[in-house]
């Protein structure tokens, strides 16, 4: 065995060193062909690349002689097209002025002997260097120039000879007209130098027209002192002084400048038109990389052959070491896997022996109680529900090993079906209440913005959802701890996801919280923190594995927040698909409601839905600034006419605040509460307590749950209505059944009598037809067919009835922002007041506007 391990390390030496002894080789003879191929080749790149930047200096001379020639020739064109004949000043700068516009020009300018510039269109022009540019124009030279409007805008400017009259009484020697200076900058963008070059458009004095740096520095000459500061100044300055020399004297300068370590052809050109000069630079860079990959091509090709032995020895070398390297982590990985299989194994056999056991335990022991006294009932029915409790608890943990098994065999399915936001949330509330009060927890449940109630999802899986994060909060929250459930909604924001509803769930707790590491492994199957404080909390460890899978089947994310011993926070986001259905519309009577509850979001939420159908409602979190309000309002005789109160109040409880509501006033009073009515339904009869609503509210609960009591108040004794407006013929312009309904009901009841017009276009005609005085007033809605409120109110005011400019026309409408306000004010309407209809508001106005 020695032998072969011996002749085995023999072999790899030989092998290595056979290698490393070729690689030497091979690299001392690229290393020498690539210097020589480097230094033969230094010579070629300057030389193709001073040939490279003359053409590419002739194209640019050129293309700039070509652009600036077209526009001084449509510049000259106006010239000649618009005569000087005419007497109309005015008609003449018209002319110039469209001429000049429909050339693509922005501004226009006329220019006087002593080089003043008279704006015709456009702002205010200032050249940046004048003098060169006048001088050229008294010669009866074209001339471009650079300036800047009054906005700091840079152009660039045309001049033309030219004589029109001037409106300072002068005769124009010259027509000036402008571009913005990105023309010059595009002009300069052609595919050859944006692949190699860069250039730059400078004054003698160094003063930038155009380039990319412009904006960093102040000159090119500064630029270069900036750039370069590693460089010698005296080389920088010697290169200054030939280029400022050869700019003077208009002469084409070439020169190759080595400056921060690497090397450039710089090649400077004077522009026609102008005292401006082309600077092309071209690093040789690229040129040094093309030339490189030549070399190396060509060096590859020279040790072609030699490169092969070397590669067939390599691959020789390579699969033997390799195989040998796989081989071992083959065999550490499996025996790392089989490692954490049996740990997990084991882990996982070992909780669900203590948590199917201990269910069992209370199973067969309180079995064996009731058998020992089988004849006291009352101990019988404990023990039963005893076991009814841990028979469930042990078919949940059956069913969590179920569905893991489920889904690791990918036989998990959805089934898409049209589901109620609103009954999923009552019947996971429900489902979870007597856990939450077998442990005296505070439960609470925040509904905002939920548009889309009516969706589509499976049904089933959602509630599994929701269940389990609600048990995994139970479960790790204390005794008098507190948990919340939240859901919101708000538009899809992905295209093509216009009829989904983004919907938001999440559930909070101040329980025990985790640590960072488990928090990395809470959604892994068979996990549960090993701690001392969860010993007593059973469960397979399957919950939040198979919750993280239904929301990924669902396409959706969850995510969780945990502090710990502060308690977690799951958030989960579902993309649901909204039900088509026609909406009911959800509009209840302007009544005056207050909402007491310890929990503002609640409260605030609730207002807000209680708004969107026409009840306007205070709110407050005291039960004793409840009482208060309540007080106040009835010696104020502006009674609310219904309150929302919580069963569970931090002063007191809910019926408790009834009693003493009750004593002050007679209303009806409606408990909600998250909370098994059937635990306080007798009691809170008897405090004659009206009804009760469930939580969450949702907008359609608040709508249904109120409905009911629509009857009830609409029959109360009326005694004290104001019937001042008594016998006065209102018409109504409305187009929505309901709200007339409404209207009509409410109104009515103040002896008024009203006269409905579905469309603005019948309201006018009615208005139109009727007898002088019959009339009182017209409530107006704006959104209608046929002819919304604003062109009836305006029709009317226009017609040739005897009333049509005193008749108060009251706009009533959802339009309700100022500017739909002053909207309605300018076409002739006297007041505005928005819905959900405030009947207080409505009378007022009325009197104001008829009594």
């Not at 067939?312 to 195989?323: H, N, Q, R």
């Not at 509330?429 to 913005?449: A, E, G, L, R, W």
Request: a negative charge.
């Amino acid at each position: 065995m020695d032998i072969q391990d011996k002749a085995g390390n023999r072999t790899r030496h030989f092998l290595i060193g056979s290698f490393t002894l070729l690689l030497l080789v091979s690299t001392c003879a690229f290393l020498y062909l690539g210097y020589y191929t480097s230094s033969a080749s230094k010579e070629s790149i300057d030389k193709v690349g001073s040939m490279y930047m003359a053409g590419i200096n002739k194209q640019l001379s050129a293309h700039f002689r070509t652009l600036m020639t077209l526009k001084l020739e449509q510049a000259e064109t106006v010239v000649e097209v618009v005569s000087t004949d005419t007497e109309n000043a005015d008609e003449l700068y018209q002319e110039l002025i469209y001429r000049i516009h429909i050339r693509g020009f922005n501004y226009l300018a006329l220019c006087s002997q002593s080089g003043d510039l008279e704006m015709l269109y456009g702002e205010q022009i200032y050249l940046a260097d004048p003098e060169p540019f006048y001088d050229s124009l008294r010669k009866n030279e074209e001339k471009i120039a650079i300036g800047k409007d009054e906005s700091g805008n840079e152009v660039v400017l045309f001049g033309i000879n030219a004589d029109y009259p001037m409106k300072s009484g002068q005769q124009s020697m010259a027509l000036v007209a402008a571009l913005p200076i990105e023309y010059i900058e595009k002009m300069l963008e052609t595919d050859v130098s944006d692949d190699l070059v860069y250039t730059h458009i400078i004054r003698t004095d160094g003063s930038f027209i155009s380039s990319a740096i412009s904006k960093d520095y102040s000159d090119y000459f500064t630029s270069l002192y900036e750039r370069y500061t590693d460089d010698s100044p005296e080389k920088i300055e010697t290169y200054i002084d030939s280029l400022s020399t050869a700019m003077q004297n208009k002469e084409d300068y070439s020169v190759i400048l080595e400056l921060g370590g690497s090397r450039e052809l710089i090649y400077c050109t004077l522009l026609p038109y102008s005292e401006w000069h082309l600077i092309i630079v071209l690093p040789f860079g690229a040129l040094n990389q093309t030339v490189e990959s030549l070399n190396r091509d060509t060096t590859i090709a020279t040790i072609l052959v030699f490169s092969l032995i070397l590669l067939m020895l390599l691959i020789i070398f390579y699969i033997y070491y390799k195989a040998s390297g796989r081989q071992m982590l083959a065999l550490e990985a499996a025996r790392q896997e089989a490692i954490q299989a049996t740990k997990a194994k084991s882990e996982f056999l070992s909780n669900m022996s203590h948590d199917i056991r201990t269910p069992m335990n209370a199973i067969v022991g309180m079995t064996a109680i009731a058998t020992t006294h089988i004849d006291d009932i009352e101990h019988v029915q404990h023990c039963l529900k005893k076991i009814a409790l841990s028979s469930k608890h042990l078919l949940g943990l059956i069913n969590d090993v179920l569905d893991m098994s489920k889904i690791e065999s990918g036989k998990l399915t959805l089934t898409e079906e049209r589901i109620s936001l609103r009954e999923v949330s009552d019947a996971v509330v429900s489902i979870v209440q007597p856990q939450i009060k077998s442990k005296n927890q505070n439960f609470s449940v925040h509904i905002d913005n939920i548009t889309a109630e009516e969706v589509y999802c499976d049904s089933v899986r959602l509630n599994q959802i929701l269940l389990n994060l609600l048990s995994n909060a139970i479960k790790y929250t204390q005794e008098n701890g507190t948990i919340e459930l939240s859901l919101y909604q708000e538009d899809a924001p992905l295209p093509g996801k216009e009829n989904f509803i983004r919907t938001h769930i999440k559930v909070k707790d101040n329980g025990i919280g985790m640590t960072p590491e488990f928090m990395e492994h809470i959604f892994d199957s068979y996990s549960r923190a090993d701690t001392k404080r969860v010993q007593k909390s059973e469960g397979a460890g399957l919950g939040m594995a198979i919750t993280k899978y239904i929301v990924s089947a669902m396409n959706g994310t969850i995510n969780v927040e945990s502090v710990l011993d502060k308690g977690s926070e799951f958030h989960v986001i579902l993309d649901l698909e909204k039900a088509n259905e026609q909406e009911i519309d959800m509009v209840l009577p302007p009544w005056k409601m207050l909402v007491v509850d310890d929990d503002e979001i609640l409260c605030r939420t609730a207002v807000d839905t209680l708004k969107s159908i026409g009840i306007q409602a205070d709110w407050t979190q005291s039960g004793k600034q409840a009482i208060e309000m309540v007080k106040h309002h009835h010696q104020m005789r502006d009674e609310y006419q219904i309150v929302l109160l919580d069963w569970k109040l931090p002063e007191q409880d809910g019926i408790s605040i009834a009693r003493q509501m009750l004593q002050i006033t007679d209303m009806p009073i409606i408990l909600i509460s998250a909370y098994d009515w059937g635990e306080f339904e007798a009691e809170a009869i008897a405090a004659g307590i009206t009804g009760f609503i469930s939580k969450p509210l949702f907008k359609s609960t608040l709508f249904h749950g109120l409905k009911k009591y629509m009857h009830f108040l609409e029959t109360q004794d009326s005694t004290g209505i104001d019937m001042d407006l008594a016998g006065h013929n209102i018409l109504v312009a409305e187009d929505n059944d309901l709200n007339w309904e409404i209207l009509n009901e409410l109104l009515s009841d103040f002896g008024m009598n009203l006269d409905w017009a579905e469309n603005g276009q019948l309201c006018f005609e009615k208005f139109r037809s009727s007898a002088p005085g019959y009339y009182a007033a017209i409530l107006m809605d704006i959104r209608m067919p046929v002819m919304n409120g604003i062109e009836s109110a305006q029709a009317i005011r226009a017609s040739d009835h005897p009333d049509a400019q005193k008749i108060p026309i009251i706009a009533m409408t959802a339009d309700a922002f100022s500017e739909d306000v002053q909207r309605c004010l300018d076409s002739g309407m006297n007041a505005h007041t928005a819905k959900p209809v405030n009947l207080d508001e409505v009378i007022s106005l009325l009197k104001k506007f008829i009594l």
